[in-house]
Nanobody
Framework: QVQLVESGGGLVQAGGSLRLSCAAS????????MGWYRQAPGKQRELVAT???????VYADSVKGRFTISRDNAKSTVYLQMNSLKPEDTAVYYC?????????WGQGTQVTVSS
């Protein structure tokens, strides 16, 4: 049973920074993809950034240059450093882990950016 526990969301003013963390527990293969998605009210869930176990990263165009995804394989933890936050970044952020054909999600953490 894989569990993902997120932390680090909150309220921040525009231009500020937040760091999200997601720790995975359970049976996890060494090769996997971890990432962050977000869902704003009335919108579909969208990719923010992903990172595979070897370190290759993918970012949404809207966050390139502002967000950085990283991971600690020894701790099975993925991080999302968010800088220069904008009101349009406001959403529930979900941690995601893909292992083989299995797709796991965290419970979500709210990020609110005030103008």
């Amino acid at each position: 049973q894989v569990q993902l526990v997120e932390s680090g969301g909150g309220l921040v003013q525009a231009g500020g920074s937040l760091r999200l963390s997601c720790a995975a527990s359970g049976t996890i293969l060494s090769f996997n993809v971890m990432g962050w998605y977000r869902q704003a009210p009335g919108k579909q869930r969208e990719l923010v950034a992903t990172i595979i176990s070897g370190g290759t990263t993918v970012y949404a165009d809207s966050v390139k240059g502002r967000f950085t995804i990283s991971r600690d394989n020894a701790k099975s933890t993925v991080y999302l450093q968010m800088n220069s936050l904008k009101p349009e970044d406001t959403a529930v952020y979900y941690c995601n882990l893909v292992v083989g054909r299995y797709n796991h999600w965290g419970q979500g953490t709210q990020v609110t950016v005030s103008s």
